[in-house]
């Protein structure tokens, strides 16, 4: 995430959009590591996410950073934080399509590696949920075996990424009221 200075901001255009997508080669393939890059920028929807005249953007790999390259590496050492730096380059390369002076404009930036994924979120190789090709295989609702007990997040339909959980836990609650209810309450609640 990338704060920017409030003086910085002038010369970025009004209608900056949320979400871009930087593919770098097309031959490559969309799984190719380093190849595609996803951009949010959430305050140019919802200013309360960053500080008055700044905005927080988020680049990252769709789960194509191979995790071999970090496995077994001390997150203290030099070796670690030159990988770091070495591979957050194609992120900054990325953003810089959207805003050209973004390393000028960055006041903090947080770097996270398969190693980050893994120790803070608690993920398998430091991945971003299930990987399931389109074609071999889909996604589970929001049902379980067990009564009472329902899911939603990354690895229930339709996926990873933050506008698939949130459909999923839409979907959960609609599993759970009939959207008669749901429309039955907005309106009481006048929207």
């Not at 002038?10 to 097309?26: C, F, K, M, T, Y």
């Not at 920028?41 to 789960?63: F, Q, R």
């Not at 203290?76 to 000028?104: C, F, G, H, N, T």
Request: net charge negative; hydrophobic share 40%; proline share 9%.
């Amino acid at each position: 995430m990338e704060m920017l200075r409030p003086s910085l901001l002038a010369g970025l255009p009004d209608d900056l959009e949320l979400h871009h997508i930087v593919v770098n080669s097309w031959d490559q393939g969309v799984d190719a590591p380093q190849n595609v890059v996803l951009i949010s920028i959430a305050s140019v929807k919802d200013p309360s996410l960053a500080p008055e005249g700044k905005h927080c953007l988020h680049a990252y790999l769709p789960a194509t950073e191979p995790y071999e390259l970090w496995k077994g590496l001390d997150r203290k050492s030099p070796e670690y934080q030159a990988l770091k730096e070495q591979r957050s380059q194609v992120l900054w390369r990325a953003v810089e399509k959207v805003i050209p002076d973004i390393r000028q404009r960055a006041e903090m930036s947080f770097v996270g590696t398969p190693l980050t994924q893994e120790r803070y979120l608690r993920r398998s190789r430091g991945t971003y949920g299930p990987a399931i090709k389109a074609g071999e295989g889909l996604f589970p609702g929001p049902a379980t075996p067990i009564k009472g007990l329902y899911c939603c997040g990354d690895s229930t339909f339709p996926g990873i990424g933050l506008p698939a959980v949130a459909a999923s836990g839409a979907i959960c609650a609609n599993t759970l009221v009939p959207l008669s209810q749901h429309l039955a309450l907005l309106d009481e609640l006048g929207l």
